[in-house]
DNA sequence: CTTAGTGTAATAGTAAGATAGTACAGTGAC
DNA sequence: GTCACTGTACTATCTTACTATTACACTAAG
C-alpha cells in the first residue's frame, strides 16, 4: 500500500495517524509488532528518520513500546483501542461540525450532508 | 477576533480558508472590500507577507481581486458564494466520512456520532 | 563468533513557511 | 503637491520538516 500524504501536514503526524488507525481497525492487536522502522520506510518511500519520529511520538503517548534488536510493539493495555477510536472519531466528528458552522450550516442540513456524502460513497463502491 | 491557527498548516491557508468562510457567511459579500493586507495582519498579528500571500492564492483562485491604492475586493460572480459553500461543506464531510471510515465506523454510527456532537453543541450554548 | 535484523543517535544539507524591514507604485482626500 | 492609505516587490534571516548518511547498541539465528 503505497499511499498519499497531505503535502501541508507534516509526514510523522500522518503516519502516526496511521498506525492509530491499525490498531482501531484491529489490523494491529495488541501485543503486535509494527512494520519496523527501515521496512516502513521503504513501504511509503520516506526517511527512516521521519518513520523513527513517528514511533517515537506514539511511544510518548503511551500507543506504542519498543525493544532494542527485537522491535516496536502495540501496547497490551486492554482501554487502548477503545480510548483511541473514541479520540480519534470524536474529534473528527467535532472538527467537521466546527467547519460548517463556521460557514452558517445549521443542524438539520450540517447531518443530511454526512448522510448523503456516505449514501454517495456506499453507492459508488460496486 | 484574535484566533488561533493549527500550528501545523501553512498559516496563509487557514487565512484564506477564513476569508472564504466570511464570503460564505456573508460578512464578506461579494464586492466588498477586504481588510488591507496591513490591517489584517496587524489584527492576526502575523507579518503582512503572509497575508499577501493569502490574497494572492485567492486571487489566483477568483475568489478575490486587487486594485492598487485601493484595496482588495470580493468578485462580483453571482455563483461564487454557492460554489464556495459547497466545495468547502462537501470537503468537510468527505474528510469526515474518509476519516471515520478507516477506522471501520458504520455508516449508521458515523451519522449518530455527528447527530450526537451537534447536539451537545447546542445544549452548551446556554 | 558471525551475521542480519532491530532501535537509536548524531551530523549535515535542503526546502518551505514565516518574520523583519525597506522600498516602490497607484489612489483619493485635502 | 502633500499626505495617508492601498497593493506589490525584494532581500535577509530564522525555524522546522524532511532527507541523506553514518554509526552504534542490542537481539536472535546460524
Redesign the interface.
Known sequence: MTWDFDR???IY?QIGEEIC?RI???DLPPGARTPSVRELAAELRVNPNTVQRAYQELERNGVLFARRGQGSFVREDPALVGRL?QQ???A??????T???????S?EE??R???????D??SSLR
Not at 473528527?92 to 461540525?97: E, L, P, Q
Open positions: 501541508n501536514r507534516p503526524l488507525r482501531v481497525r484491529g477510536r480519534i472519531a470524536a473528527a466528528a467535532r472538527r467537521y461540525w467547519e460548517v458552522a463556521a460557514l452558517g450550516m443542524p450540517a447531518r450532508l454526512i448522510a448523503g456524502v456516505i449514501h460513497d456506499k
